[in-house]
């Protein structure tokens, strides 16, 4: 498995993995087209002979950043993927200068949840009603990202 910068060829498979494993508004082609044109965003594929594993996104505001999207594959889960994936996203973080990394994940996400928290994310607070379909809380995790 490696883990890179999304390109464009790997957008299909990313939009269709998005719809798969997401509830509520999910990321389309044309948004994941424009989010690889935005110098602020951040986009990492991981992949096994060309097949796409996983994903995620990340928006950086000088030295504060959003994780916008993280899915992995459902057969590929408990694989290290999704902590591959998380790891080359905060190391490409740092090195852009960011220090205070933000993500909200839904109140029943446990396996996520876990994820961040394994990967030193601390819960920081709660947003009400931030999750559509099903209405459910997200849950403000931050990691302070040293230099």
């Keep these: 498995m490696t ?9 299909p498979a990313a ?25 602020a965003r951040l986009f990492l594929a991981a992949c096994d002979d060309g ?9 950086q505001s000088f030295e504060q ?11 590929f889960r408990r694989r290290g993927v999704g902590s591959a994936l998380l790891q080359a996203l905060i190391r490409a973080f740092r090195a852009a200068g960011g220090t205070a990394l933000f993500l909200e994940v839904r109140r029943s996400n446990t396996a996520a949840i876990a994820l ?10 709660i947003r009400r009603g931030y999750y559509q379909q ?5 849950l403000v995790y931050v990691l302070e990202v040293a230099q």
């Design 3 to 11: 883990v890179n910068k999304m390109t464009a060829a790997d957008v």
């Design 15 to 39: 939009a269709a993995l998005e719809q798969r494993v997401f509830t509520g508004e999910c990321w389309k082609e044309e948004d994941f087209y424009a989010a690889l044109e935005d110098p």
């Design 51 to 59: 097949v796409l594993l996983g994903f995620c996104g990340l928006q």
């Design 65 to 75: 950043g959003d994780i916008l999207t993280l899915a992995v594959r459902p057969d």
């Design 116 to 125: 961040y928290e394994k990967n030193g994310f601390r819960r920081q607070g």
């Design 134 to 138: 099903p209405d459910e809380d997200g």
